[in-house]
């Protein structure tokens, strides 16, 4: 079956913009999950969700926000980008809870310029 | 707060050698704890997790909750074996990392 798919897979943006990254999870899976991953911070979580549902959120400001569609699709937003939000964007799905197996997407790598 | 620790950041070892990735953790309950595994240009992806207790790729990892280690251990490392580590923690429905530990067998 197909794997999870993230898009876009690069960004270049410049500060004060917003963007929306993408994430399908796989066929059947309802929980998606969002993290940072820096090489100074290592990876982060951002939030989870499960049928449309934000369940979980870590602490990052309030300009990353996120949703989740009826197909389980999500989307992450960041507004007005800063430059120390340039990193790579994972998503992640599993079945039902996050610690049911994570299946990762290749991430997009977002440049704030 | 939870918290996981991976002291080392790169580990080198020779073909053949045992290997031990150290990964401590802090948490008030009772844990659930995952190695990840990146190899070269690849996803991140599950290694194993301590509920399961199985062995992957011969790869082992034991819960010492006494110690709030979970490190992971291979009696003979391999070539194929190398790349970034990462122990986690879930807390519910959220996970978090360690720093990751870059394990590098050299032939």
């Known amino acids: 079956k197909a794997g999870v798919t993230q898009t876009p897979r690069y960004l270049i943006k410049t500060r004060g913009q917003q963007v929306t990254l993408s994430c399908s999870p796989i066929?059947?899976?309802?929980?998606v999950s969002w993290y940072q991953q820096t090489p100074g911070q290592g990876l982060q979580f951002l939030f989870e969700y499960f049928s449309e549902t934000q369940r979980n959120k870590g602490n990052f400001p309030g300009r990353f926000s996120g949703r989740q569609f009826s197909n389980s699709r999500s989307e992450m937003n960041v507004s007005t980008l800063e430059l120390g939000d340039s990193a790579l964007y994972l998503c992640?799905?599993?079945?039902?809870?996050?610690?049911?197996?994570?299946?990762f997407g290749p991430g997009t790598r977002l440049t704030v310029l | 707060a939870q918290r996981v620790t991976q002291p080392e950041k790169l580990l080198s070892v020779f073909k053949g050698a045992p290997v031990e990735l150290k990964c401590n953790y802090s948490?008030?309950?009772?844990?659930?704890l995952f190695w990840y595994v990146q190899y070269s240009r690849q996803r991140l992806q599950l290694l194993l997790r301590?509920?399961s207790r199985e062995s992957i790729k011969g790869f082992t990892a034991d819960l010492n909750k006494g110690e709030t280690s979970f490190h992971l251990k291979k009696p003979f490392a391999q070539e194929e074996d190398s790349a970034m580590y990462y122990c986690?923690?879930?807390?519910?429905?959220?996970?978090?990392f360690g720093s990751g530990t870059k394990l590098n067998v050299k032939p």
């Open positions: 066929s059947g899976h309802r929980s």
């Open positions: 992640a799905s599993s079945r039902d809870r996050a610690g049911n197996e994570q299946f």
């Open positions: 948490y008030s309950g009772s844990p659930e």
């Open positions: 986690a923690l879930l807390d519910y429905n959220k996970f978090y």
């Open positions: 301590h509920i």
